[in-house]
């Protein structure tokens, strides 16, 4: 199975500050297709994941454009460039290059 | 607009089943496959089980492999989940996902295995 590693698993941002969490493969998640299947989801408080990107840096409809995706091969980062207070929760970083999808451990964004 | 409605989930005695629905409305259910995500307590995400657009192809988890069996009826628009054999973690909130790549989920139905 392929393990997402992400960091750090905390962030205390202040309110109008960048924040950003890594994530790491432990293999490649370039597909046979020629397509990069890393997506980053977001799970507020006591609600469901949400899909924010998709495909590595592909914002997902309705996702605020202060969101984005970058990287390649084993190594990628979610940028938020001016944190707000809605943007509170969990991010997961997930393959879903090959089965068994995976996630990683997902990282707590709190305000300061 | 999409809606992922899941449902029964609740209270089960270790050993026992329980079978999971989830109901898709809003896009064509037929062309899409759909995974089983789950999260126990206070826990990360597990992923549980794919079926493929016309149900002929599916993928498992090895921790629910052989005891829990995924499967779709296009006709109706739903995705299910039948849980035999079932141990204390396997508690958790199963979420229906839509997409290869699980673009909307829904709000999850909570399963509880406990004597």
């Known amino acids: 199975d392929i393990v997402m590693t992400q960091t750090p698993l905390s962030s205390p941002v202040t309110l109008g500050q960048p924040a950003s969490i890594s994530c790491r493969s432990s293999?490649?998640?370039?597909?046979?297709?020629?397509?990069?299947?890393l997506s980053w989801l977001q799970q507020r408080p006591g609600q469901p994941p949400r899909l924010l990107i998709y495909?590595?840096?592909n914002r997902f409809s309705g996702v605020p454009d202060r969101f984005s995706g970058s990287g390649a091969g084993t190594d990628f980062t979610l940028k938020i460039s001016r944190v707000e207070a809605e943007d509170v929760g969990v991010y997961y970083c997930m393959q879903a290059t090959q089965f068994p999808w995976t996630f990683g451990q997902g990282t707590k964004v709190e305000i300061k | 607009q999409v809606q992922l409605v899941e449902s029964g989930g609740g209270v089960v005695q270790p050993g026992g089943s329980l079978r999971l629905s989830c109901a898709a409305s809003g896009f064509t259910f037929s062309s899409c496959g759909m995974h089983w995500v789950r999260q126990a307590p206070g826990k990360g995400l597990e992923w549980v089980a794919f079926?493929?657009?016309?149900?002929?192809?599916?993928y498992y988890a090895d921790s629910v492999k052989g005891r829990f069996t995924i499967s779709r009826d296009n006709s109706k628009n739903t995705l299910y989940l039948q849980m035999n054999s079932l141990r204390a973690e396997d508690t958790a909130v199963y979420y229906c996902?839509?997409?290869?790549?699980?673009?909307?989920w829904g709000q999850g139905t909570l399963v509880t295995v406990s004597s």
């Open positions: 293999q490649s998640l370039v597909h046979s297709d020629g397509n990069t299947y």
């Open positions: 079926i493929r657009y016309d149900g002929i192809n599916k």
């Open positions: 495909k590595i840096s």
């Open positions: 996902a839509k997409g290869y790549s699980g673009d909307y």
